[in-house]
């Protein structure tokens, strides 16, 4: 998804949301190396100023107020791991929900797997670093984020979509095993980064990433080979989860590996299906001039409508999230 279209949907999504009397704050960061890659993202915040527009650079023009100083204290916290080569800007209006509702929402560019940058798409290092760009994204909010004193530490939730939901799943306490990988890669068709690595012996051996301070999570639709996260890879899978799945799946998301999965999982999931659906349908809904750019991401099973199944997710995710992290003091 090129930049530009980043860009527009950042637009379209707020253009889109339903309108509110109060808009949710913006703020852009970034987090210095520190032995990695930065990372850089965009946070939303309760705010209790009237709707407005906000400029960034770049020409970006969004639906809520720069800076805005943040309504209330103790609040929890919502981490975001986006798609394959998407972006922080993906879920945009779940964010402003979110927001609306008294939670503070972090969400990040993984590096190498964005919109703008694809050059580590498919290598293993952007799969294994994931998790841990979420752990350093926490890190961030909860300790050296300007505004960290209004968080409540106890109250952290992730949403995830796409690859950013099998980064949620190992965030959470799921162990991969890439060795399911082999076979496919012994095909003579197998070129991606991932299969060289197999064949030249620098499969990952680290250890998943994981962040016992992460108390809920929403899934969307992940993407798994099948058996990539078998009944023991599972084990440690045992905070709420609400588990959302397309009824016709796309862009490595198949409705069967999710329903395998929700049958291993060890504490029953809330499990969900949307109707007449496909994997980019939980993208924030797209205006008419980034339907037109990017048709693949724009365009749903006759007869589904974006916008409206997008007030479900969203109230199913503020409800949520309320249910297991508790509501402000």
């Known amino acids: 998804m090129p930049g530009r279209f980043a860009q527009l949907l950042l637009i379209a ?14 703020q852009l960061f970034e987090i210095p190396a520190d032995g990695g890659l930065p990372l850089k993202g965009i946070i939303w915040t309760p705010c209790a100023a009237p709707a407005a527009e906000a400029a960034f650079d770049g020409g970006i023009v969004l639906s809520g107020v720069k800076d805005c100083a943040i309504a209330g204290n103790r609040l929890p916290l919502i981490v975001v791991s986006h798609g394959r080569r998407a972006s922080s800007l993906s879920h945009i209006d779940t964010a402003t929900a979110l927001a609306d509702a008294g939670f503070v929402v972090a969400a990040i560019n993984h590096p190498g797997d964005t919109s703008q940058d694809f ?45 950013g939901a099998y980064t949620g799943l190992m965030v959470i306490g ?31 051996t680290a250890p998943p990433v ?10 969307a639709d992940p993407p798994l080979v099948e058996g990539l996260f078998n009944r023991e890879g599972v084990a440690g899978v045992t905070i709420p989860l609400l588990l959302w799945r397309s ?10 590996t999710i329903d395998a999965l929700e049958k291993l ?25 980034f339907a037109k750019a990017a048709p693949a991401l724009c365009t749903d099973p006759p007869g589904f409508d974006r916008v409206a199944f997008h007030r479900e997710l969203n109230d199913a ?5 309320r249910k297991h992290l508790g509501t402000t003091p």
């Open 13 to 26: 999504a707020f253009s889109l949301a339903a309108p509110h009397v109060e808009a949710a704050g913006l």
């Open 119 to 163: 050059s580590r798409t498919d290598e293993f290092s952007v799969l294994v670093e994931r998790p841990a760009d979420m752990k350093r994204l926490t890190d961030f909010m909860l300790g050296t984020w300007k505004d960290a004193a209004v968080l409540d530490p106890r109250r952290v939730g992730l949403f995830g979509f796409s690859r």
């Open 174 to 204: 799921g162990n991969p095993d890439y060795g399911v990988m082999v076979p496919l890669c012994q095909q003579a068709a197998a070129v991606a980064a991932k299969c060289l690595a197999i064949r030249e012996g620098r499969m990952p």
């Open 210 to 219: 994981h962040d016992p301070r992460v108390k809920a999570a929403i899934l």
């Open 247 to 256: 009824e016709f799946g796309g862009d490595g998301a198949t409705p069967n």
């Open 265 to 289: 999982l060890p504490v029953r999931p809330d499990y969900r299906t949307a109707s007449n659906s496909q994997h980019f349908s939980f993208i924030a809904p797209c205006p008419p001039a």
């Open 317 to 321: 995710a503020v409800a949520f999230f």
